[in-house]
């Protein structure tokens, strides 16, 4: 004796439910190719649009970088006429080169700056802001001095 969900008889034939639903799909698959090529074309895209995002947001923090590095030399070579004369060029250095100042230090003769640029994002997600810092200030006359190690002229 058979249990009435498992299988049934049709004509000396004992059939699963699985094989009767198999054969049922395997006779319906009209149009299945389509659905395979939407579903690998949203695939492709949504792969194609993330590769945009990581890459805008590559570009946005090598400018950030570059923006960061050009405000502190600009910063460090006007240490001398004060701190709001120096960070006031940092801004202009920074603005000019598609990012914006968000902080300036100026603590004796080294300029630590920090900038900011922002990026919109695909598909709306929004917008990130990626932020970059550097600190320049005076080399001496051998090269960079670094405070608390033996002078190295040698090895710069």
Do not use: N, Y
């Amino acid at each position: 004796m058979l249990g009435r969900s498992a299988r049934r008889e049709e004509g000396g034939v004992v059939l699963g439910r699985w094989r009767v639903a198999w054969s049922w799909l395997c006779r319906s698959d009209r149009g299945s190719g389509t659905v395979w090529v939407v579903a690998f074309s949203a695939l492709v895209w949504v792969v194609g649009v993330a590769a945009i995002a990581v890459g805008g947001v590559r570009g946005a923090r090598h400018q950030g970088d570059a923006a960061a590095d050009m405000a502190a030399l600009a910063a460090a070579a006007r240490v001398v006429e004060g701190g709001g004369s120096a960070c006031a060029l940092a801004g202009e250095i920074a603005a000019e080169s598609g990012a914006r100042l968000t902080r300036c230090r100026v603590s004796g003769d080294v300029a630590e700056v920090s900038v900011t640029v922002r990026l919109k994002v695909p598909m709306g997600i929004g917008g990130l802001r990626v932020v970059s810092r550097a600190r320049a200030g005076p080399v001496g006359r051998d090269g960079v001095i670094w405070r608390d190690t033996a002078r190295c002229t040698g090895c710069q």
